[in-house]
């Protein structure tokens, strides 16, 4: 079975500090993974995904994250945060193409100016 | 190019009711998936159709019914609502042969609330 462990419900940063938001999964097969943000009373939008190709996934907004096969882990990262990043971030798992998304219970990301 | 629409945006029911919520796929895409979403949760796998049919179902009771129409729009139906069914309902379309590399799109959400 297949899940995701995101750490850490809230993350708090300075504005223009590194953003590292974590995300760990265990998987029987080669993984599929995401990132999507929830801004609120807003549904989902994609980051960026991982599928088997480069594990150094860059995706909008300036986010990028990295696929570690031998520590199960897809760390969301942004080297300077912005006020606008304040939102929900998702850490999302899928065993094959179009197979149902297994999610993380989300991270909280709060700027402080 | 719209994105995927969900109706209503907020629905406001009561304990043994039924409900129906809609979604219009992306243009282009041809799979809708449903989500629920509690308060302060990741979203959870409700089911997926594509070709009109079921084609993978979450850990959901009967309750929960769905159809989707040859325009590849689609309903998610709860029946005998439950004060736990008060949720954010998402629905997100794909393409069925192309979604590892262009992901998921999703609505906006319909709010329900059971009272």
């Known amino acids: 079975a297949q899940s995701v462990t995101q750490l850490g419900s809230h993350v708090s940063v300075s504005e223009g500090a590194l953003v590292l938001l974590r995300c760990n999964y265990s998987s029987s097969v080669p993984p599929y993974l995401f990132w999507y943000v929830q801004y609120p009373n807003q549904g989902l939008q994609l980051l960026l995904k991982y599928t088997s190709a480069a594990t150094l996934v860059k995706g909008i907004n300036g986010f990028e994250a990295e696929f570690k096969k031998s520590e199960t882990s897809f760390h969301l990262t942004k080297p300077s945060a912005h006020m606008s990043d304040a939102a929900e971030y998702f850490c999302a798992v899928s065993m094959d193409s179009n197979y149902q998304l297994i999610w993380g219970a989300g991270t909280k990301l709060i700027i402080k100016p | ?115």
């Open chain 2, 1 to 115: 190019d719209a994105g995927v629409t969900q109706s209503p945006t907020h629905l406001i029911k009561t304990r043994g009711q039924q409900v129906t919520l809609r979604c219009s796929p992306k243009s282009g895409h041809d799979t809708v998936s449903w989500y629920q979403q509690a308060l302060g949760q990741g979203p959870q796998f409700i089911f997926q159709y594509y070709e009109e049919e079921e084609r993978q179902r979450g850990n959901f009771p009967d309750r929960f019914s769905g159809h989707q129409f040859p325009n590849y729009s689609s309903e998610l139906n709860v029946n005998a609502l439950l004060l736990g069914d008060s949720a954010l309902y998402l629905c997100a379309s794909s393409l069925m042969d192309r979604t590892p590399n262009y992901g998921y799109t999703f609505g906006s959400g319909t709010r329900l609330t059971v009272v």
